[in-house]
């Protein structure tokens, strides 16, 4: 029986192609023997125009089949031809076109080809669905017959025997009737009848049992075409046949896939982008997937791992994605995250070398095929039943990524080439998102190592604080951020606290937060107050992104960074457009000092930064923090900063405690930027370890000088030091003799080393120059060079100090916090 319902979205895009395509027929020679009216209306070209002539005037060749002779080869080589293409209409468009050249058997073994030629752009957008509707029309089978104007089969192709059973000897020369008397064949012959005499086509749908183990029910599509002479005069009825039982399902699962499918990677994460490419294809295709990747894919190392040959060495491969009708995934040797063999022999290794899909519709499991080179694969795949199964590789950009495995275990029906043309569908869609994720883990692995390569991996506090630190980095959403930390010890037992946080994420943010650390600790070591040193940075990043104005550079930072005296127990700071810091002091007070925030570094607006100084009790907790710690998504900072406060107002927890505290804050949120905290708890040098006084700017001084110093040492247990620090102080003291007309001060520290400073009025630092032979003077902070660890100079509030450190003499203990006698000096500064 001939239907004639209505046409279902499905049914458009299985008939599209037979339903309005323009059809005509070439010879043996390319010679065009037949043509329509649907040819004609597509290109323009009617039937006086183009039969008897070469069929080069419509179709496109290739660099391949440069004449029709040789594309009639390839296409006699090839069995035919189908794909996409570009032709030319009559007035001189451009068509877009799907192109299907069929061949077709007649008595003899003579062949005609019947060129079917479909415009794309004719297709609404309601059902173009890419490279899958393109993929059905050019590769789904179709059964052609053409008959004379008696309705005898003159010309007929393979595959017409597969849908309706009737084999090429039993149809050529007959009728339809004649090879299949019944009620339906009769109706069908009246429809070529009626096409015969109106030169239209008519499109049909019908049910039908084609001979297929299991036998089941078929919905076939037809559609009749008239074919004409140059004449314009019938010459016979072509008709085309299209069985839409798989095709519709298919199509109908698609429409199903293609809205799943945007689900597929919402985050940048390939193995949950992995375990939804296999929960969505179960079980609307398949019964058990499995998604294999090689395995440095997931942390973006590694070389991509190229299609072709693989001169014996096979890829590491690593469970990604499983899914299952059963529970628990029976089917699955291994679980996610485990490593997964190959053989040389499987599938998996064909796919690898060739880049193409593998279908096996139906699964040989009998004994000494490939399933037994693996023993625990092969158990499992015949304990389960698997029968069928499709094996595509997940490649972007002809770097392979893994490979996807859809298995039929309950569903009897194997595979096809319908389910091949969708799950490749959803793996390419799976793979763009795989790919942007591998290529972001590449860029995040690589900007994290940076980073963490360029923080402090122990920071050392000194006798001024002791230290605790964390350092978070954003989910992969956000990417790696700029921030950073330091504690960067000074001259006089001083220590520089500093967190800074660059704009933006990413390698770029990254690689600037490394040349701003440096810039710091240069900074640092030049020795000048926070306010100052954060003038000077401020001109760093801006004459950093001048130089990098032709690349896309990250521009803008904020900072704080403070100065601890442990002598003095004094704290300066400042900051530039950075929370403030938290303090903590012995009893658990918190507060959140009125430092003045200052504009962020590098945006040019040239105000000066401003400085507080803050008296801190010993014991003390000092908090410096970048803003993914007080910000979420969902909270004001001031919550954030509150919450900070209480997790941090422990006075009895070690800061490693503290850190764990205060980085937990928000439980169960993601944070949103990098977290990053510094945490110090300050100490105090006492009184009896250190030794100041003030000498008179004259030629007394370094006696005095040299005397004082000796006894200190003795008193502090360091004779062993004796000889180098008396000349030392001799020739510091010295030099501030000859620059400064002032009185001069010299102060001793005892702590992890030994310190020696000399302060004088002139503000200009001494410099090192190397002395002639027949120099008198000039070998003096050469001497000190040798005979100290470092040494250097600072500026303070009326002149400069210049100071050298000595390591303690082996078996002297470092001096820590403790109580000691005191000094007496003439002056204490």
Known sequence: MISNGNVTLSDRLNTYETSESAVGMFDEHGTVVAWTRAAEQLVGYSAGDVVGRSASLVLPFSEEAPTISAFVEQCRDQNGWSGTTAVCHRDGRKLNINLRISMLRGQDGTVRWLISVTDIGTLSTEATNG?????????????????????????????????????????????????????????????????????????????????????????????????????????????????????????????????????????????????????????????????DLEQSVPFGEGSPVCIGPMNGRLPAFRRAGLASIHEGVPESPWMRGEPVPVTPTSPVTSVLRTGKSHLEAILDTAPGTWIDEDPARAQKIRENSMHSLMLVPIRARRALLGVALFVRTEDPMPFQEFDLLLAEELVSRAAMSMDNARQYAREHTAALALQRNLLPHRLKGGTAVETASRYLPADM??????????????????????????????????????????????????????????????????????????????????????????????????????????????????????????????????????????????????????????????HDIDVGMERLGAALAQPGRSLEDLCTLATETFPGQEPCDDVTLLLVRTRSISPGQVASWTLPSDETAVHSARHLAACQLAEWGLEGLEDATKLIVSELVTNAVRHSTSQIGLRLIHHQVLTCEVFDTNADSPQLRRARTTDENGRGLFLVGQLSRRWGARSVSGGKVVWAEEDLAPGVPKARACKGVAVAGAGVR
């Not at 499109?203 to 084609?210: I, K």
């Not at 992104?545 to 704080?560: R, W």
């Open 131 to 291: 490279s899958v509707r393109e993929s059905l029309l050019t590769r789904a089978p179709i059964g052609i017959v053409v008959r004379d104007p008696q309705l005898r089969c003159i010309w007929v192709n393979d595959t017409m025997e597969r849908h309706d059973g009737i084999s090429r000897d039993r149809r050529l020369g007959r009728r339809f009737t004649d090879a299949r008397p019944d009620a339906k064949a009769e109706a069908v012959e009246a429809v070529m009848r009626q096409v015969l005499h109106s030169g239209t086509t008519k499109v049909h749908q019908y049910r039908m049992w084609p001979p297929t183990s299991p036998p089941r029910e078929h919905t076939m599509a037809a559609s009749f075409f008239c074919l004409q002479d140059a004449d314009g005069q019938a010459l016979g009825v072509c008709t085309i046949n299209v069985d839409i039982t798989e095709s519709r399902r298919a199509l109908e699962r698609l429409a199903i896939l293609s809205e799943a499918s945007t689900r597929l990677g919402n985050t940048l994460d390939v193995m949950q982008t992995s375990q939804e490419l296999a929960d969505l294809a179960v079980p609307l295709l398949a019964d058990y997937v499995i998604v």
């Open 477 to 634: 959403d956000h990417g790696v951020g700029g921030d950073w930390f330091d504690v960067i010890p000074l001259s006089g037992a001083r220590v520089a606290l500093v967190v800074g946080d660059v704009v933006g994420h990413g390698i770029n943010a990254a690689a600037t937060m490394g040349r701003l650390r440096t810039a710091v600790h240069t900074l640092a070591d030049m020795e000048l107050p926070p306010d100052e040193l954060l003038s000077h940075l401020d001109d760093t990043v801006q004459r950093m992104a001048e130089e990098d104005a032709d690349a896309p550079a990250v521009v803008g930072a904020t900072c704080i960074y403070a100065v601890y005296d442990p002598v003095t127990r004094k704290c300066t700071m400042a900051r530039a457009g950075h929370p403030p810091p938290a303090i903590i002091d012995p009893q658990g007070r918190v507060t959140f000092p009125d430092l003045p925030t200052g504009a962020p570094l590098g945006i040019g607006l040239g105000a000066p930064f401003e400085a507080v100084e803050l008296e801190l009790p010993e014991g003390s907790l000092l908090a410096l923090y970048t803003d993914g710690l007080i910000e979420t998504r969902d």
